[in-house]
């Protein structure tokens, strides 16, 4: 094997690591459109599930980091592009893990938002699957997920503006404060999965 093969088998295994994370996060995304529509316990442990095996090959990604010298992609890119796809499962997750404690009832903004999260990380999943061969075909798709998350945030800001319209009692203000919290954690994976479509814009760039 020549030096040229190395380095490219070096970014195949990188690419073959985040896009193992992509899958994952698409999957737990998925599960999570899932719940809103069901509010199903089954579906937030399979929910939780997804996020420690994505936390599994996070972990392994960055030891294959660790161990090698030269990468193929900027090892920051890397980390950071890891970590931005980790994040917006890890927000899936929390998001669930506060409708169950604080015994949240899904509303049609939830529904929506999630159903745009989860198209969000079908655009992501896809752009880490054409980054190697096809760049421009990822970059195409990292824009499609950056449009996504500002659909979300539309959302999300008619969401909380229809909470705080007219609180009528104590009770009304503790309830629209727990769905406030649920929808932060809908905002936050959101904003996650746009930090992650710059860092794919910015690899494209620089394979250019």
């Not at 093969?5 to 992509?22: E, I, P, T, Y």
């Not at 899958?23 to 939780?48: C, F, H, R, W």
């Not at 949240?104 to 939830?110: A, K, N, Q, R």
């Not at 929808?183 to 394979?207: F, P, Q, T, W």
């Amino acid at each position: 094997m020549g030096i040229r093969d190395l380095f490219k088998s070096r970014q195949s295994n990188f690419v073959g690591l985040l896009l193992d994370q992509a899958s994952l996060t698409l999957k737990g995304l998925e599960l999570l459109k899932t719940y809103m529509d069901e509010q199903n316990p089954a579906v937030a442990q399979e929910i939780m599930t997804a996020e420690k095996e994505a936390d599994e090959v996070r972990r392994i990604l960055i030891d294959e980091l660790l161990r090698t010298f030269v990468t193929p992609i900027d090892r920051e890119d890397i980390f950071a592009l890891s970590r931005a796809i980790d994040d917006v499962i890890d927000y899936a997750n929390t998001t669930v893990d506060e409708m169950e404690i604080l015994n949240v009832e899904p509303t049609p903004y939830m529904r929506r938002i999630a159903s745009l999260l989860r198209d969000a990380a079908f655009e992501i999943h896809l752009s880490v699957q054409r980054l190697e061969d096809h760049p421009r075909v990822a970059s195409e798709h990292a824009q499609r997920a950056k449009a996504l998350e500002n659909r979300v945030e539309h959302v999300y800001r008619e969401a909380v503006a229809d909470l705080f319209s007219g609180p009528q009692d104590v009770e009304h203000v503790v309830e629209m404060l727990k769905m406030r919290e649920v929808y932060r954690h809908l905002s936050n994976a959101a904003d996650r999965g746009d930090e992650a479509a710059n860092v794919i814009a910015d690899i494209v760039v620089k394979m250019s």
